[in-house]
């Protein structure tokens, strides 16, 4: 959030929806077809509250709309897959684990990933628990907040801190006060906030998007990634060769060799300095 750093070249470095509730799904295309648009509600958040986490995805990895040159986290569809886990449960099987083995991205087959896998009891429980928080019954996860939680109450406490600074709510604030909001380390309940949306936006905007971000492969496609390729084969010269594109040519002969060779040199170990710091820490003993 440095107002010296770049967000996004950081970020490349390091409607009818209420008749989906408790239906089988098992295709991708059902969940593309309810995607909520702006103004309307998700599948767990209302109108507003998608519409905040939009604007707030899009700080993280800001997008078109933002002037940046490729697609940012609302064109992929960033807070709309936070929204879907977030309504995990209320689908059969529920929209944790996509299935496989493989995609049909890459050869005329079915999309495996596309069909959600059942969870057994003991792997429902827990995802229950990260979602929407323990029950009274359940002492042993007393201190856990539910996702659903910190979305609810993350997104309200932005609009307070917004209406403190002159705007009618965090969606409707200039860019740099945005900025200014989630960026507020003295705000122990925004950094919480941050700190799983954040996390959470960078898995839906480069993650496969059967779990409903990455929407036209934007994620993949502006980090030049080819995504899943099973089960194409990999060509022999794509085996030997560098990838198209690749600024680091293969070495010569003799300059491999003579890399190999100091390489080589160094696997047998040399004595550490006598004067490196960890020789004073317990357990290491002096030659």
């Not at 107002?3 to 390091?14: H, I, P």
């Not at 002037?67 to 807070?79: K, S, T």
């Not at 996860?141 to 709510?169: F, M, N, W």
């Not at 059967?210 to 022999?236: A, C, F, I, M, S």
Request: with cysteine; proline share 9%.
């Amino acid at each position: 959030m440095s107002a010296g750093l770049d967000r996004r070249t950081f970020l490349k470095a390091a409607g009818g929806l209420g008749l989906l509730s408790l239906v089988p799904l098992s295709r991708l295309e059902a969940l593309a077809t309810a995607a909520p648009g702006p103004g309307q509600d998700g599948f767990y958040l209302k109108a507003h509250q998608l519409d905040t986490l939009r604007a707030v995805t899009a700080r993280f990895i800001p997008g078109r709309a933002e002037g940046e040159p490729d697609p940012g986290a609302v064109e992929a569809g960033c807070a709309e897959a936070i929204d879907a886990l977030l309504a995990a449960f209320t689908f059969d099987p529920p929209l944790i684990h996509a299935g496989g083995p493989f995609s049909d991205r890459h050869w005329n087959g079915s999309d495996d990933f596309a069909d959600f896998v059942p969870l057994d009891a003991q792997a429902a429980e827990g995802w229950r628990i990260r979602i929407e928080g323990p029950r009274a019954d359940q002492p042993f996860a007393a201190g856990v907040v539910g996702l659903k939680q910190i979305y609810t109450e993350g997104l309200r406490h932005l609009d307070d801190r917004a209406a403190q600074l002159g705007s009618p709510d965090f969606r409707s604030a200039p860019a740099p006060t945005q900025d200014l909001i989630l960026s507020d380390q003295s705000d122990s309940q925004v950094q919480g906030f941050v700190s799983t949306a954040l996390a959470q936006t960078l898995d839906a905007m480069y993650g496969p998007p059967e779990y409903h971000g990455n929407r036209d492969l934007v994620g993949w496609k502006t980090t030049n990634w080819p995504g899943d390729v099973q089960p194409k084969p990999y060509t022999r010269a794509e085996v030997s060769g560098p990838d198209d594109g690749d600024p680091t040519a293969a070495l010569e002969p003799k300059d491999a060799e003579a890399s190999l060779g100091r390489f080589l040199a160094t696997l047998g170990g040399r004595p550490a300095p006598r004067e490196r710091w960890w020789l004073g820490r317990p357990g290491f003993e002096r030659g």
